[in-house]
């Protein structure tokens, strides 16, 4: 966007260009000066046909009807015709006409298959920017698509915002995209060729634009699909941030100059295969590029001459895709680790294939893609591969049975891929971030995550969430402001603490309070890891400071209370001696229990329930059991446990419950938190039996209790 460009065949452009070696060759990249020349005779020579397309723009029409072969050139003839004439006399800093860099963003997006409206927007992209062309003329000239995308990609004014015109510009533009993806195709366009002509600017501002270019733009060609922008953003930043890494790379990958004839090689006996078998397929060598081989490098160590590329095999149908894998995995040694199936789970950016590894009979080990001819221009060009996804479907250049459009999924996710779930969590996000430098630096905190998970609610809808997260991020996901009171979560039925990190095809069920006044605790920052999420318990925590406050003392250690001994129930037995009968402490029995008696040291009898594991263990010793039964009064003892996420004023509304159902506390143990959860244990006087079942329902219903069972004591042995 910026007029300060450099010459295009800079060092670092060179280098990423007819060097890189995952660069596409069917089509020569454009000599700018020429085009330059071309622009300027174009506007000096004399009047000519109306319909006629400029020479400047020769290229940019022969790659766009390469895709769209009944596309309409008339209006890209008139933007260039405004665009030149509102540029002329503009030059880069390399001394090229202006024109040449919105001529040249037009290039790299038709030859990605973008359709006619990005490609004007194109090619006007910077001219209410840079020029006296104003948005109100763009509009009334080339319609409201053409000048919402043109608003989009304009950067806003240092005058107006300062130090924060940089993040605002991508806040704009973030938002725009909200509404129509094309607004950041043709930004990442727009960064690839001035990336390519960075050259003759000063070594820090290199760097600066570089650096932005990883830790923005590249995240976001990757989540949009967009893998040939990406892979050549990529070289151009790793040749400007790590020069000596990037020659060494060179240097390597100059030595393995032959490496392609041991992948031609397989790929001859791969298309052999597949043709003895019947299946139509083109298998092709598809080299590595930069950045890829010093991964590889740094992975694997010393690399062979198949590490520097991959085969690429491409089909008709989805079906084919399988059957060239299971003759690729029966006529040679496949390398199961490195199976992945991304056409029945694609990932969350669109992309689909097949993806093995094979060894061939010498040995040689080549990694192999599988995928058709549509999941191919999808995988390239991602959302610009959409065509025009806002057109009806018979509309011009809207989508079609035929397009390269995965099938929408069900979770919510991919059904509407003009609009992926990351984004939409993105904006919502920023919405509750108005300073810049926050939202600068959660914008930075949210794309550096590049892997996706989802998960499963339990009434059948998902979440997407990035790999890492844990259910405090789903709570927020889900809730929103509302997670402030979560007690907990159930991760695949099972109850897990808040810090509980999920997998992907986890099923979690999040657990609120009845209660909204509870908050966060400062500890959920520490296993949150979406901006969301971060920023709702930052907001929380600064609108309520007294949250965030430790303790004044330190909790006492677990403490017993014990008032009365008395067990309150009668128990008689038929003994002849009329021993002492006392409630098990093992299972606690309570009147209309069933229970059973054993005589025990001091010849005492202790009675237990029915089933209890301390009588099943003295039956197997040999221990005779004695008919006990209960009296003629109702009043019980009982022990009961409460398991409950920790919270303030948990233990008050505790025992506010069991004193509203008329209990009395006899004794009581708090043990110490673990990972967020608290076992509180009750010994309590009932003066009715009868009231049990309520007084555990009373319990349960506690915010922050999630189960109340009735205890089982360590007994000494023999009773």
């Known amino acids: 966007m910026s007029a300060e460009a450099t010459n295009p065949v800079s060092e670092a452009g060179s280098a990423t260009g007819s060097d890189a070696p995952g660069r596409r060759r069917g089509r020569p990249r454009i000599d700018l000066r020429r085009l330059g020349r071309a622009a300027l005779l174009g506007a000096t020579a004399g009047p000519g046909p109306r319909d006629r397309l400029p020479d400047a723009i020769g290229h940019v029409a022969e790659a766009h009807r390469a895709h769209h072969p009944d596309a309409d050139l008339a209006v890209l003839r008139r933007a260039y015709v405004l665009a030149e004439?509102?540029?002329?006399?503009?030059?880069?800093?390399?001394?090229?006409?202006?024109?040449?860099?919105?001529?040249?963003?037009?290039?790299?997006?038709?030859?990605?298959?973008?359709?006619?409206?990005?490609?004007?927007?194109?090619?006007?992209?910077?001219?209410?920017?840079?020029?006296?062309?104003?948005?109100?003329?763009?509009?009334?000239?080339?319609?409201?698509?053409?000048?919402?995308?043109?608003?989009?990609?304009?950067k806003l004014e240092k005058v107006d915002y300062g130090a924060a015109a940089e993040p605002e510009t991508f806040r704009k533009m973030l938002v725009a995209t909200g509404n129509d993806v094309r607004v950041m195709s043709i930004k990442l366009a727009d960064r690839l060729h001035n990336m390519r002509t960075l050259g003759v600017m000063r070594p820090e501002k290199q760097a600066r634009i570089a650096k932005v270019t990883r830790d923005v733009l590249i995240p976001l060609a990757e989540r949009l699909g967009v893998q040939a922008l990406k892979t050549e953003l990529e070289d151009l930043v790793f040749a400007i941030l790590h020069p000596e890494e990037?020659?060494?790379?060179?240097?390597?990958?100059?030595?393995?100059?032959?490496?392609?004839?041991?992948?031609?090689?397989?790929?001859?006996?791969?298309s052999a295969v597949l043709r003895e078998a019947g299946i139509t397929a083109e298998v092709l060598v598809r080299p590595r590029h930069f950045v890829s081989v010093h991964r590889v490098r740094l992975k694997r160590g010393e690399l062979r001459g198949p590490d520097f590329g991959r085969l690429l095999v491409l089909v008709g149908e989805d079906a084919d895709c399988y059957a060239v894998l299971g003759e690729l995995h029966t006529c040679f040694t496949p390398v199961v680790s490195e199976f992945k199936d991304f056409i029945a789970a694609p990932k969350f950016n669109l992309y689909q294939s097949l993806h093995t590894a094979v060894a061939a009979p010498g040995g040689a080990v080549a990694e192999v893609l599988i995928r058709t001819?549509?999941?191919?221009?999808?995988?390239?060009?991602?959302?610009?591969?959409?065509?025009?996804?806002?057109?009806?479907?018979?509309?011009?250049?809207?989508?079609?049975?035929?397009?390269?459009?995965p099938s929408a999924a069900e979770d919510g996710?991919?059904?509407?891929?003009?609009?992926?779930?990351?984004?939409?969590?993105?904006?919502?996000?920023?919405?509750?971030?108005?300073?810049?430098?926050?939202?600068?630096?959660?914008?930075?905190?949210?794309?550096a995550q590049d892997q996706e998970i989802t998960v499963f609610r339990v009434d059948g809808g998902t979440l997407g969430?990035?790999?890492?997260?844990?259910?405090?991020?789903?709570?927020y996901a889900e809730h929103g402001e509302a997670a402030h009171s979560c007690l907990g979560a159930r991760v695949n039925g099972r109850l897990a603490p808040l810090s509980t990190v999920l997998h992907d095809g986890d099923t979690v069920q999040i657990l609120l309070a009845q209660d909204s006044t509870s908050g966060p605790s400062p500890q959920w920052l520490?296993?949150?890891?979406?901006?969301?999420?971060?920023?709702?318990?930052?907001?929380?925590?600064?609108?309520?400071?007294?949250?965030a406050k430790p303790p004044a003392a330190a909790p006492r250690p677990p403490a017993s209370h014990t008032a009365?001994?008395?067990?309150g129930a009668k128990l008689h037995t038929e003994l002849p001696e009329g021993p002492y009968v006392r409630p098990a402490g093992c299972c606690t029995p309570v009147p209309t229990d069933a229970i059973t008696g054993f005589v025990v040291r001091g010849g005492s009898v202790t009675a237990h329930r029915t089933g209890c594991a301390t009588a099943a263990t003295m039956r197997r010793l040999g221990r005779e059991p004695v008919t006990v039964h209960w009296g003629d009064t109702a009043e019980c003892r009982v022990t009961l446990r409460a398991e409950s996420f920790g919270r303030p004023g948990l233990l008050a509304d505790l025992t506010e419950a069991?004193?509203?159902?008329?209990?009395?506390?006899?004794?009581?143990?708090?043990?110490?938190p673990s990972e967020q959860r608290v076992r509180h244990t009750y010994t309590l006087q009932l003066p009715d039996a009868a009231g049990l079942p309520a007084l555990m329902k009373a319990m349960r219903d506690v915010p922050g209790v999630y189960d109340v069972s009735r205890a089982r004591q360590a007994t000494q042995p023999g009773g």
């Open 85 to 154: 004439s509102s540029h002329r006399g503009q030059m880069r800093k390399s001394g090229e006409p202006y024109i040449t860099h919105p001529l040249a963003v037009t290039l790299i997006l038709a030859e990605l298959g973008a359709e006619t409206t990005t490609l004007t927007a194109a090619l006007l992209h910077d001219t209410v920017e840079d020029t006296e062309v104003t948005l109100e003329q763009v509009h009334r000239e080339f319609g409201d698509e053409v000048a919402y995308l043109v608003d989009g990609v304009t």
């Open 246 to 270: 990037y020659e060494a790379t060179r240097a390597l990958i100059a030595r393995n100059a032959g490496a392609g004839d041991t992948l031609a090689g397989i790929a001859e006996q791969v």
């Open 373 to 405: 001819h549509r999941m191919h221009t999808v995988a390239e060009a991602g959302v610009v591969a959409l065509g025009n996804p806002y057109a009806t479907p018979d509309g011009p250049e809207g989508l079609s049975a035929t397009s390269p459009v």
């Open 413 to 447: 996710e991919r059904i509407d891929p003009t609009r992926p779930g990351w984004l939409s969590r993105l904006l919502d996000w920023q919405q509750s971030t108005p300073d810049a430098d926050t939202f600068w630096t959660s914008l930075h905190a949210d794309l």
């Open 465 to 475: 969430l990035p790999a890492g997260a844990s259910c405090v991020d789903a709570a």
């Open 526 to 547: 520490d296993h949150a890891r979406t901006p969301a999420a971060r920023i709702a318990i930052t907001a929380w925590l600064q609108a309520h400071p007294e949250a």
């Open 564 to 567: 009365d001994r008395r067990s």
């Open 658 to 672: 069991i004193a509203a159902e008329g209990a009395a506390v006899v004794s009581a143990t708090v043990e110490p």
